[in-house]
C-alpha cells in the first residue's frame, strides 16, 4: 500500500475498481486545515478522466506495470495493432486507451504497459516527440519567421496542427505528441 505522498504522474492506482493512471497531481497546504493532494485520473479500461481529492495520508493501492516496446502495424475497427519486437507476438489496444493516437504511423515504437499480475495490456505511451511530413498547408513565405503568427496544416497520419507561417507542403516537421504542437522544422 501507498500513501498520497507517493503520487507522482504516470503512477497506476486501483481506484473506485478500476485501473487508473495518475496524470495530473497537485500537492496543496492550505494555510488553514489538512494538507490533500488534487489529482487528475485517467481510467485505463475505458478511458475516462475524472478528478479526485486525496487527504494527505490516504492509503492507495498501487498496481505494478511493465513497460515494453512494440511496433505500430495498423488500425482496423477493434483498434490499434502491435508487434512486440522481440519475440514477434502481436497484441491490440481499443481506441480509448492511447492518447494523441492521430500521431502514430506504422513502424513507429511505442511504449506498451502492462499489468504484472496478469499481463493485460493497459495502455499506450507515443514517444514524446514524432517527425512528419506536411501534406497539407497554404503556401508560406520566405522570411515569414518575424511573428508567432500560425496557419494550419494536415501531416501524413491526417492529424490538423497549427505550424508557422513559413512551413510548406513537403516539410517535415517535429510535434510534440502530449498537446499536438509544433517544435521544430527538420532539416534534411
Do not use: W
Not at 501531416?155 to 499536438?180: H, M, Q
Amino acid at each position: 500500500m501507498a500513501t498520497t505522498s507517493d503520487i507522482r504522474k504516470g503512477l497506476c492506482i486501483i481506484f473506485n475498481n478500476d485501473t487508473y493512471k495518475i496524470i495530473e497531481f497537485l500537492h496543496v497546504k492550505p494555510g488553514k486545515g489538512p494538507a490533500f493532494v488534487r489529482t487528475k485520473l485517467k481510467s485505463l479500461t475505458n478511458g475516462k478522466v475524472l478528478d479526485n481529492t486525496f487527504s494527505a495520508g490516504h492509503k492507495i493501492e498501487e498496481v505494478r506495470v511493465e513497460t515494453r516496446n512494440y511496433q505500430y502495424l495498423y488500425e482496423d475497427d477493434n483498434g490499434f495493432h502491435f508487434m512486440n519486437n522481440d519475440d514477434f507476438s502481436q497484441v491490440y489496444l481499443n481506441k480509448d486507451l492511447i492518447d494523441n493516437s492521430q500521431f502514430m504511423k506504422a513502424g513507429d515504437e511505442v511504449k506498451i504497459l502492462f499489468r504484472a499480475s496478469d499481463e493485460t495490456a493497459l495502455a499506450a505511451e507515443l514517444p514524446t516527440t514524432v517527425v512528419m511530413e506536411i501534406t497539407y498547408t497554404e503556401p508560406g513565405l520566405k522570411g515569414d519567421t518575424a511573428t508567432n503568427a500560425t496557419k494550419p496544416a494536415t501531416t501524413e497520419t491526417g492529424a490538423e496542427i497549427r505550424v508557422p507561417l513559413f512551413i510548406n507542403e513537403g516539410d517535415k516537421v517535429k510535434i510534440n505528441t502530449e498537446d499536438g504542437s509544433y517544435v521544430e522544422r527538420i532539416k534534411e
